[in-house]
Protein backbone atom coordinates (compact mmCIF):
# COMPACT_ATOMS: atom_id res chain seq x y z
CA UNK A 1 0.00 0.00 0.00
CA UNK A 2 1.06 3.61 -0.62
CA UNK A 3 -0.14 6.02 2.20
CA UNK A 4 0.86 9.74 0.91
CA UNK A 5 0.91 11.47 4.97
CA UNK A 6 2.39 14.50 4.84
CA UNK A 7 0.19 16.94 3.69
CA UNK A 8 1.24 19.65 5.91
CA UNK A 9 4.58 19.68 3.92
CA UNK A 10 2.74 20.15 0.73
CA UNK A 11 -0.29 18.61 -0.79
CA UNK A 12 -1.17 17.09 -4.31
CA UNK A 13 -2.92 19.22 -6.83
CA UNK A 14 -6.72 19.24 -7.23
CA UNK A 15 -8.06 18.15 -10.18
CA UNK A 16 -9.87 21.30 -10.31
CA UNK A 17 -6.14 23.37 -9.64
CA UNK A 18 -5.35 20.98 -13.17
CA UNK A 19 -8.62 22.06 -14.91
CA UNK A 20 -7.96 26.18 -14.05
CA UNK A 21 -4.09 25.44 -14.99
CA UNK A 22 -3.22 23.42 -17.89
CA UNK A 23 -5.69 25.25 -20.57
CA UNK A 24 -4.03 28.97 -18.51
CA UNK A 25 -0.36 27.58 -19.62
CA UNK A 26 -1.07 27.25 -23.44
CA UNK A 27 -3.99 29.86 -24.26
CA UNK A 28 -3.70 32.89 -21.33
CA UNK A 29 0.04 33.41 -22.18
CA UNK A 30 -0.59 37.33 -22.22
CA UNK A 31 0.87 39.59 -19.65
CA UNK A 32 -1.93 41.00 -17.93
CA UNK A 33 -0.41 44.26 -17.77
CA UNK A 34 -0.14 44.44 -21.58
CA UNK A 35 -3.35 47.09 -23.27
CA UNK A 36 -3.67 44.40 -26.44
CA UNK A 37 -6.45 41.51 -26.09
CA UNK A 38 -4.17 38.89 -24.85
CA UNK A 39 -2.93 41.36 -22.27
CA UNK A 40 -6.16 42.22 -21.33
CA UNK A 41 -7.19 38.31 -21.41
CA UNK A 42 -5.01 37.47 -19.09
CA UNK A 43 -5.84 39.91 -17.04
CA UNK A 44 -9.23 39.70 -16.50
CA UNK A 45 -8.53 36.41 -15.58
CA UNK A 46 -6.37 37.70 -12.62
CA UNK A 47 -9.15 40.18 -11.50
CA UNK A 48 -11.57 36.64 -11.47
CA UNK A 49 -9.01 35.25 -9.15
CA UNK A 50 -8.70 37.69 -6.71
CA UNK A 51 -11.67 37.93 -6.22
CA UNK A 52 -12.49 34.56 -5.92
CA UNK A 53 -9.55 34.31 -3.37
CA UNK A 54 -10.98 37.46 -1.29
CA UNK A 55 -14.45 36.42 -1.53
CA UNK A 56 -12.99 33.15 0.34
CA UNK A 57 -11.70 35.06 3.31
CA UNK A 58 -14.17 37.83 3.25
CA UNK A 59 -12.19 40.39 2.08
CA UNK A 60 -12.05 43.28 -0.83
CA UNK A 61 -10.31 42.02 -4.11
CA UNK A 62 -8.32 45.18 -3.10
CA UNK A 63 -7.30 43.84 -0.09
CA UNK A 64 -5.33 40.65 -1.99
CA UNK A 65 -1.72 40.33 -3.21
CA UNK A 66 -0.52 37.68 -4.88
CA UNK A 67 3.35 36.24 -3.94
CA UNK A 68 5.87 33.56 -4.81
CA UNK A 69 4.95 31.58 -1.95
CA UNK A 70 3.72 31.87 1.91
CA UNK A 71 7.37 32.88 3.08
CA UNK A 72 7.64 35.95 0.79
CA UNK A 73 3.95 36.55 2.31
CA UNK A 74 5.42 36.68 5.25
CA UNK A 75 8.93 38.62 5.16
CA UNK A 76 6.35 41.41 3.65
CA UNK A 77 3.74 41.48 6.23
CA UNK A 78 6.31 41.23 8.91
CA UNK A 79 8.82 43.38 7.24
CA UNK A 80 6.35 46.16 6.39
CA UNK A 81 4.26 45.63 9.70
CA UNK A 82 7.56 46.61 11.60
CA UNK A 83 8.42 49.29 8.87
CA UNK A 84 5.10 50.92 9.99
CA UNK A 85 5.86 50.66 13.40
CA UNK A 86 9.30 52.31 13.52
CA UNK A 87 7.55 55.32 11.57
CA UNK A 88 5.55 55.76 14.13
CA UNK A 89 8.49 55.35 16.97
CA UNK A 90 7.50 51.61 17.51
CA UNK A 91 10.16 49.36 17.66
CA UNK A 92 8.93 46.45 19.60
CA UNK A 93 7.19 42.95 18.32
CA UNK A 94 5.39 40.28 19.88
CA UNK A 95 5.15 36.91 18.39
CA UNK A 96 5.70 33.49 20.16
CA UNK A 97 8.05 30.67 19.80
CA UNK A 98 6.56 28.10 17.72
CA UNK A 99 6.03 29.97 14.47
CA UNK A 100 7.56 28.77 11.12
CA UNK A 101 10.94 29.85 9.91
CA UNK A 102 10.04 32.35 7.56
CA UNK A 103 8.34 34.21 10.65
CA UNK A 104 11.09 33.63 13.14
CA UNK A 105 14.17 34.30 10.70
CA UNK A 106 12.43 37.55 9.70
CA UNK A 107 12.42 38.64 13.64
CA UNK A 108 15.58 37.53 13.66
CA UNK A 109 16.54 40.15 10.77
CA UNK A 110 14.29 42.63 12.39
CA UNK A 111 16.40 42.05 16.11
CA UNK A 112 19.42 43.13 13.96
CA UNK A 113 17.75 46.56 13.11
CA UNK A 114 17.29 47.45 16.43
CA UNK A 115 13.90 46.16 16.70
CA UNK A 116 12.97 44.12 20.12
CA UNK A 117 10.75 41.26 20.17
CA UNK A 118 8.51 39.53 22.57
CA UNK A 119 8.67 35.35 22.01
CA UNK A 120 5.34 34.65 24.21
CA UNK A 121 5.71 30.64 25.72
CA UNK A 122 3.20 28.11 24.47
CA UNK A 123 3.39 25.62 27.37
CA UNK A 124 3.04 22.29 27.60
CA UNK A 125 -0.61 22.29 24.78
CA UNK A 126 1.11 24.26 22.38
CA UNK A 127 -1.17 27.23 22.65
CA UNK A 128 -0.30 31.09 23.46
CA UNK A 129 -2.31 32.23 26.57
CA UNK A 130 -4.09 35.68 26.16
CA UNK A 131 -3.29 37.06 29.36
CA UNK A 132 0.39 36.82 28.58
CA UNK A 133 0.17 38.05 25.30
CA UNK A 134 -1.81 41.71 27.11
CA UNK A 135 0.89 41.53 29.73
CA UNK A 136 3.63 41.45 27.21
CA UNK A 137 2.16 44.53 25.17
CA UNK A 138 3.69 47.63 25.82
CA UNK A 139 3.33 51.18 24.85
CA UNK A 140 6.05 50.64 21.76
CA UNK A 141 3.93 47.52 20.55
CA UNK A 142 3.55 48.08 16.97
CA UNK A 143 2.92 44.27 15.74
CA UNK A 144 1.89 41.42 17.07
CA UNK A 145 2.81 37.50 14.59
CA UNK A 146 1.11 34.43 15.77
CA UNK A 147 0.08 31.93 13.52
CA UNK A 148 -3.22 30.54 12.73
CA UNK A 149 -2.14 26.96 12.93
CA UNK A 150 0.74 25.01 14.10
CA UNK A 151 2.44 23.19 10.65
CA UNK A 152 3.96 20.56 13.56
CA UNK A 153 1.70 19.70 16.10
CA UNK A 154 -1.55 21.51 14.72
CA UNK A 155 -2.26 23.72 17.50
CA UNK A 156 -5.00 26.26 17.03
CA UNK A 157 -4.03 29.71 18.57
CA UNK A 158 -6.98 32.13 19.84
CA UNK A 159 -6.96 34.15 16.38
CA UNK A 160 -9.61 35.81 16.97
CA UNK A 161 -9.69 36.34 20.31
CA UNK A 162 -5.64 37.80 19.93
CA UNK A 163 -6.86 40.04 16.65
CA UNK A 164 -9.65 41.75 19.14
CA UNK A 165 -7.14 42.19 21.99
CA UNK A 166 -4.90 43.73 18.76
CA UNK A 167 -7.58 46.22 17.54
CA UNK A 168 -8.51 47.65 21.15
CA UNK A 169 -4.76 48.49 21.58
CA UNK A 170 -4.31 49.71 18.13
CA UNK A 171 -1.85 47.17 17.42
CA UNK A 172 -1.26 45.72 13.87
CA UNK A 173 -2.06 41.78 13.97
CA UNK A 174 -0.45 39.63 11.40
CA UNK A 175 -1.19 36.06 11.37
CA UNK A 176 0.64 33.22 9.04
CA UNK A 177 -2.65 31.01 8.48
CA UNK A 178 -0.23 28.86 5.47
CA UNK A 179 -2.10 25.79 7.03
CA UNK A 180 -5.37 26.93 8.28
CA UNK A 181 -6.48 28.31 4.93
CA UNK A 182 -9.12 25.70 2.97
CA UNK A 183 -8.92 23.32 6.25
CA UNK A 184 -10.75 24.91 8.82
CA UNK A 185 -13.32 28.52 8.75
CA UNK A 186 -10.86 32.02 8.52
CA UNK A 187 -12.48 35.08 7.64
CA UNK A 188 -10.09 37.88 8.34
CA UNK A 189 -13.21 40.31 9.20
CA UNK A 190 -14.52 38.08 11.83
CA UNK A 191 -11.35 36.90 13.21
CA UNK A 192 -9.91 40.49 13.62
CA UNK A 193 -6.67 40.13 11.00
CA UNK A 194 -4.95 42.99 9.51
CA UNK A 195 -2.18 40.86 7.61
CA UNK A 196 -2.83 36.76 6.74
CA UNK A 197 -0.17 35.18 4.74
CA UNK A 198 -1.30 31.63 2.59
CA UNK A 199 0.52 29.50 0.28
CA UNK A 200 -1.34 27.68 -2.74
CA UNK A 201 0.86 24.28 -2.03
CA UNK A 202 -1.03 23.72 1.14
CA UNK A 203 -4.41 23.31 -0.52
CA UNK A 204 -3.81 21.24 -3.41
CA UNK A 205 -2.40 24.54 -5.35
CA UNK A 206 1.18 24.02 -7.17
CA UNK A 207 4.04 25.26 -5.37
CA UNK A 208 5.31 28.85 -6.06
CA UNK A 209 2.25 30.74 -5.52
CA UNK A 210 0.74 32.27 -2.46
CA UNK A 211 -0.80 35.52 -1.49
CA UNK A 212 -0.61 38.07 1.60
CA UNK A 213 -4.28 39.94 2.58
CA UNK A 214 -3.68 43.52 3.88
CA UNK A 215 -6.70 45.19 5.11
CA UNK A 216 -7.45 48.32 3.98
CA UNK A 217 -6.06 51.29 4.89
CA UNK A 218 -2.22 49.91 6.39
CA UNK A 219 0.11 52.04 4.32
CA UNK A 220 1.42 48.80 2.61
CA UNK A 221 5.37 49.42 0.55
CA UNK A 222 6.44 47.22 -1.43
CA UNK A 223 8.57 44.44 -0.66
CA UNK A 224 9.92 43.57 -4.31
CA UNK A 225 11.12 46.57 -6.22
CA UNK A 226 10.35 46.69 -9.52
CA UNK A 227 7.03 47.16 -12.22
CA UNK A 228 3.13 48.13 -11.35
CA UNK A 229 1.95 44.65 -10.50
CA UNK A 230 -0.31 43.94 -7.61
CA UNK A 231 -0.68 47.84 -8.05
CA UNK A 232 2.30 49.28 -7.75
CA UNK A 233 3.40 47.03 -4.60
CA UNK A 234 4.55 43.40 -5.87
CA UNK A 235 6.83 43.93 -9.20
CA UNK A 236 7.35 40.83 -11.25
CA UNK A 237 4.66 39.56 -13.89
CA UNK A 238 1.89 37.65 -12.91
CA UNK A 239 2.15 34.25 -12.68
CA UNK A 240 -1.04 33.65 -14.32
CA UNK A 241 -1.75 30.09 -14.17
CA UNK A 242 -0.65 29.50 -10.98
CA UNK A 243 -2.27 32.23 -9.84
CA UNK A 244 -5.64 30.43 -11.45
CA UNK A 245 -4.85 27.14 -10.08
CA UNK A 246 -4.78 28.39 -6.73
CA UNK A 247 -8.31 30.50 -6.79
CA UNK A 248 -9.81 27.25 -8.21
CA UNK A 249 -8.38 24.82 -5.53
CA UNK A 250 -9.26 27.63 -2.74
CA UNK A 251 -12.94 27.87 -4.13
CA UNK A 252 -12.97 24.34 -3.87
CA UNK A 253 -11.83 23.93 -0.47
CA UNK A 254 -13.75 26.33 1.35
CA UNK A 255 -17.20 25.16 -0.40
CA UNK A 256 -16.16 21.61 0.69
CA UNK A 257 -14.87 23.07 4.38
CA UNK A 258 -17.20 20.85 6.41
CA UNK A 259 -17.84 17.60 4.82
CA UNK A 260 -13.81 17.56 4.08
CA UNK A 261 -13.37 18.67 8.20
CA UNK A 262 -15.66 15.55 9.23
CA UNK A 263 -13.91 13.08 7.52
CA UNK A 264 -9.88 14.46 8.32
CA UNK A 265 -11.14 14.54 11.68
CA UNK A 266 -12.94 11.31 11.96
CA UNK A 267 -9.42 10.03 10.16
CA UNK A 268 -7.13 11.99 12.91
CA UNK A 269 -9.06 11.00 15.99
CA UNK A 270 -8.89 7.01 15.12
CA UNK A 271 -4.84 7.56 14.22
CA UNK A 272 -4.56 9.06 17.76
CA UNK A 273 -6.33 6.99 19.14
CA UNK A 274 -4.48 4.05 17.31
CA UNK A 275 -1.00 5.36 17.87
CA UNK A 276 -2.11 6.44 22.11
CA UNK A 277 -2.24 2.35 22.51
CA UNK A 278 2.07 2.28 21.47
CA UNK A 279 3.56 2.17 24.93
CA UNK A 280 5.38 5.22 26.01
CA UNK A 281 4.11 7.28 23.21
CA UNK A 282 3.17 10.88 23.71
CA UNK A 283 0.40 12.89 21.49
CA UNK A 284 1.87 16.74 21.00
CA UNK A 285 -0.20 19.39 20.83
CA UNK A 286 -3.69 20.65 22.52
CA UNK A 287 -6.46 17.97 21.30
CA UNK A 288 -8.77 20.42 22.15
CA UNK A 289 -7.16 22.90 19.93
CA UNK A 290 -6.09 21.23 17.04
CA UNK A 291 -6.37 21.22 12.88
CA UNK A 292 -8.20 18.39 11.65
CA UNK A 293 -5.48 16.83 9.63
CA UNK A 294 -2.19 16.92 11.82
CA UNK A 295 -1.26 14.37 13.93
CA UNK A 296 2.24 14.62 16.34
CA UNK A 297 3.65 12.04 18.45
CA UNK A 298 6.83 11.14 19.86
CA UNK A 299 8.23 7.23 20.61
CA UNK A 300 10.46 7.05 23.58
CA UNK A 301 13.81 4.93 22.94
CA UNK A 302 13.04 5.83 19.02
CA UNK A 303 15.17 7.80 16.79
CA UNK A 304 12.78 9.98 14.49
CA UNK A 305 15.03 9.37 11.19
CA UNK A 306 15.04 5.74 11.48
CA UNK A 307 11.25 5.68 12.21
CA UNK A 308 11.02 7.78 8.78
CA UNK A 309 13.07 5.48 6.55
CA UNK A 310 11.42 2.52 7.67
CA UNK A 311 8.11 3.79 7.14
CA UNK A 312 9.01 5.08 3.89
CA UNK A 313 9.99 1.22 3.13
CA UNK A 314 6.69 0.56 4.06
CA UNK A 315 5.47 2.92 1.55
CA UNK A 316 4.36 5.47 4.32
CA UNK A 317 5.15 9.47 3.61
CA UNK A 318 5.34 10.83 6.71
CA UNK A 319 7.82 13.25 8.55
CA UNK A 320 10.01 14.09 11.72
CA UNK A 321 8.97 17.33 12.37
CA UNK A 322 8.62 20.07 9.43
CA UNK A 323 10.08 19.56 6.16
CA UNK A 324 11.99 22.77 6.57
CA UNK A 325 13.87 21.36 9.80
CA UNK A 326 14.67 17.82 8.29
CA UNK A 327 18.02 17.59 6.91
CA UNK A 328 19.16 19.18 10.47
CA UNK A 329 19.85 17.21 13.48
CA UNK A 330 18.67 19.59 15.67
CA UNK A 331 15.18 18.42 17.00
CA UNK A 332 12.37 20.42 15.91
CA UNK A 333 12.11 23.99 18.23
CA UNK A 334 8.56 23.27 18.50
CA UNK A 335 8.27 19.98 20.15
CA UNK A 336 11.34 21.68 22.84
CA UNK A 337 9.25 24.84 22.96
CA UNK A 338 6.57 22.53 24.41
CA UNK A 339 9.03 21.67 26.89
CA UNK A 340 10.31 18.14 25.98
CA UNK A 341 13.50 17.25 26.37
CA UNK A 342 15.53 16.66 23.79
CA UNK A 343 15.60 13.20 23.55
CA UNK A 344 11.94 12.39 23.37
CA UNK A 345 11.95 15.34 20.74
CA UNK A 346 14.78 13.34 18.23
CA UNK A 347 11.44 10.35 18.54
CA UNK A 348 8.84 12.53 16.52
CA UNK A 349 6.65 11.21 13.83
CA UNK A 350 4.21 13.87 12.04
CA UNK A 351 1.32 12.38 10.31
CA UNK A 352 -0.55 14.80 8.31
CA UNK A 353 -3.96 13.92 6.56
CA UNK A 354 -6.01 15.50 4.05
CA UNK A 355 -9.85 14.68 2.33
CA UNK A 356 -7.92 12.37 -0.12
CA UNK A 357 -6.84 9.98 2.28
CA UNK A 358 -8.57 7.46 3.40
CA UNK A 359 -9.82 5.08 6.79
CA UNK A 360 -8.06 2.01 4.99
CA UNK A 361 -4.83 4.09 4.79
CA UNK A 362 -5.24 5.22 8.53
CA UNK A 363 -5.79 1.44 9.42
CA UNK A 364 -2.34 0.46 7.43
CA UNK A 365 -0.67 3.39 9.14
CA UNK A 366 -2.09 2.12 12.54
CA UNK A 367 -0.54 -1.66 11.69
CA UNK A 368 2.51 -0.45 10.48
CA UNK A 369 3.51 2.35 13.08
CA UNK A 370 3.54 -0.25 16.09
CA UNK A 371 5.52 -2.55 14.33
CA UNK A 372 8.16 -0.63 13.56
CA UNK A 373 8.55 1.31 16.58
CA UNK A 374 8.81 -2.29 18.22
CA UNK A 375 11.37 -3.30 15.86
CA UNK A 376 13.74 -0.15 16.24
CA UNK A 377 13.25 -0.28 20.55
CA UNK A 378 14.77 -3.88 20.02
CA UNK A 379 17.90 -2.20 18.77
CA UNK A 380 17.83 1.13 20.52
CA UNK A 381 20.76 1.38 23.62
CA UNK A 382 18.22 4.12 24.77
CA UNK A 383 15.83 2.29 24.78
CA UNK A 384 17.41 -0.86 26.48
CA UNK A 385 18.68 1.40 29.06
CA UNK A 386 15.34 2.65 29.69
CA UNK A 387 14.36 -0.37 30.49
CA UNK A 388 16.93 -0.87 33.39
CA UNK A 389 14.94 1.26 35.08
CA UNK A 390 11.11 0.36 34.20
CA UNK A 391 8.98 -3.01 33.03
CA UNK A 392 9.19 -4.01 29.62
CA UNK A 393 5.67 -2.96 28.09
CA UNK A 394 6.17 -5.05 26.06
CA UNK A 395 6.59 -7.73 28.08
C1 LIG B 1 4.67 25.75 4.45
C2 LIG B 1 4.58 26.86 5.43
C3 LIG B 1 5.11 28.14 5.14
C4 LIG B 1 5.88 28.42 3.89
O1 LIG B 1 5.10 28.41 2.73
P1 LIG B 1 5.85 28.28 1.31
O2 LIG B 1 4.79 28.57 0.31
O3 LIG B 1 6.33 26.86 1.23
O4 LIG B 1 6.94 29.27 1.31
C5 LIG B 1 4.96 29.13 6.08
N1 LIG B 1 4.30 28.91 7.23
C6 LIG B 1 3.77 27.71 7.53
C7 LIG B 1 3.04 27.54 8.81
C8 LIG B 1 3.90 26.65 6.65
O5 LIG B 1 3.39 25.46 6.97
Given at each position: ?158 V???G ?9 F?T ?12 V??DNIDML ?199
Open positions: MFVYADNAATTAMSSAAAAAMLPAMQTLYGNPSSLHQKGREANMALLGARETVARCLNAGPQEIYFTGCGTEADNWAITEGARLGAEAGKKHIISDTIEHHAVLHTLKKLEKQGFEVTYLPVHENGVVRLEELEAAVRPDTCLVTIMFCNNEIGTLQPREIALCRQKGILHDAVQAIGHVPVDQKSLSGHKFHAPKGVGALYCKKGIRLKNFIEGGAQERGRRGGTEAIPAILAMAAALEESCAHLDENMAKVTAMRDRLIEGLSRIPNSRCNGDPDHKAPGIVSFCFEGVEGESLLLRLDLAGICASSGSACTSGSLDPSHVLLALGLPHEIAHGSLRLSLCEYNTMEEVDYILEQVPEVVRTLRQMSPVWLHMLEHMDDPYQ
